[in-house]
């Protein structure tokens, strides 16, 4: 065998052990009983209550932007045809760039074809310009940004703890006064719902001549006036140097961007691999998108109950003596600690309750930290909440007790 086949079984063998391999649910959404979707297990195909998609708004079943997805494929097809400088690029990309151009307040925005990719490409982009980059990354950045900083080849990588604007100070001083800086972060973390000082980041970047990228994946659509994250919320969007933002959350469809100052944007363009080599994004996806971000800029109502949702289940979960994790974002995360469990509460969920959760499990998170994560949106309602409070003290409470 191998050596290669070898090391598969091995790796494999010592993920299962540790109770963290990975099964999915093939799950069936439902676009007119969202947050409902159909599940076929052990051969019985039912319908279950999902908690953690990450359709934050339930935009991607809104009735006006399907209807703009369905006519885009009428109209031009279910493909772009191509990257975007080989017969890719439609109206559609460059009205949906300059409309999250202008949910920013940015000169210029640029679409990939994933917030992943965005975040790789545009960081490596970046780091590769000049040789002698010093980036200073929150620690718990997402594994996008991360890849992206360490496919740099020269740059200086200085990791401060998370959220930490003392140890964030400390590394910047530490670092050559002349030295061309970049201080890489996201607004709101998605495993543990917590957000950044964005402010005082803001604040150190000034005083040490640094530029500052902004990761707004889990914010766009659902944080300040119009959804333009949290950096709006906060005043603070003009003083990012980048913004980069997914399509796929708060928007409910698919793709990734960046915006900034047009020289920026246009050299990235120019010289990034991700943009540059990969099919532009469906006509149909973007048209959805543009429809979606339109609509969200408009309705602070549904943005409103988003935060009223997870508060709710937030406040439920505490009054039930649930492990609920503190956030200050719309993410309700619960504490389980062990990979082996966390499965299998997510598993009697869907079998004993109709209901889903998905378990968060290492690499993604740090191993005994294992949890599930709850993304309550306007369509659950208290009476599911209830339910699911029902269902997780059966699970769980005389678990706890147990073993206490």
């Not at 090391?7 to 990975?22: F, H, M, N, V, W």
């Not at 490596?124 to 000049?130: C, D, E, R």
Request: proline share 4%; glycine share 8%; aromatic share 8%.
């Amino acid at each position: 065998m191998h050596q290669f086949l070898t090391k598969c079984d091995e790796a494999l063998a010592e993920i299962s052990a540790q109770g963290r391999y990975r099964r999915f649910v093939a799950l069936e959404k439902l676009a007119d009983r969202f947050p409902y979707y159909s599940v076929t297990m052990e051969g019985r195909t039912r319908d279950i209550l999902v908690w953690s998609t990450n359709d934050y708004l339930a935009m991607g079943t809104d009735p006006q932007v399907i209807e703009a997805a369905a006519e885009a494929a009428r109209r031009y097809g279910a493909g772009a045809g191509g990257t975007r400088n080989i017969a890719g690029s439609s109206p559609l990309h460059v009205a949906l760039e300059e409309e999250l151009a202008d949910l920013h307040g940015k000169d210029a925005a640029l679409l990939f074809t994933s917030g992943y990719v965005s975040n790789q490409a545009t960081l490596t982009a970046i780091l590769n310009s000049l040789p002698d980059w010093h980036v200073f990354s929150d620690a718990q950045n997402h594994n996008s940004m991360i890849v992206g900083i360490k496919s740099s080849r020269n740059a200086t990588v200085h990791v401060f703890k998370h959220n930490d604007l003392a140890d964030l100070e400390r590394l910047l001083e530490a670092a050559p006064a002349d030295a061309p800086k970049l201080i890489a972060f996201e607004s709101v973390y998605s495993m543990d719902g917590d957000i950044a000082p964005l402010e005082q980041i803001c604040d150190l970047a000034d005083r040490h001549n640094a530029l500052t990228y902004l990761d707004e994946v889990h914010a766009v659509g659902m944080y300040g006036a119009q959804g333009g994250g949290v950096s709006e919320r906060d005043g603070v969007a003009d003083r990012i140097t980048i913004i980069e933002g997914t399509l796929a959350k708060g928007y409910g469809c698919h793709g990734g961007y960046i915006t900034g100052d047009f020289k920026v944007l246009d050299y990235i363009r120019s010289v990034a691999a991700g943009f540059i080599f990969t099919t532009a994004l469906p006509p149909p996806t973007v048209a959805a998108a543009l429809t979606a971000i339109r609509l969200l800029k408009q309705d602070s109502a549904r943005r409103a109950l988003l935060f009223d949702r997870a508060e709710t289940l937030k406040a439920k979960f505490r009054a039930a003596g649930l492990p609920v994790m503190d956030s200050n974002s719309h993410i309700v995360p619960l504490m389980i600690g062990d990979a082996t469990k966390a499965t299998e509460v997510s598993m009697r969920l869907i079998r004993e309750f109709g209901m889903y959760a998905t378990p968060i499990n290492y690499p993604t998170v740090p191993k005994g930290t294992e949890r599930l994560r709850f993304t309550p949106g306007p369509k659950h309602t208290e009476a599911m909440m209830d339910d699911l409070v029902v269902a997780l003290k059966h699970i769980l409470l005389p678990v706890a007790k147990a073993t206490s």
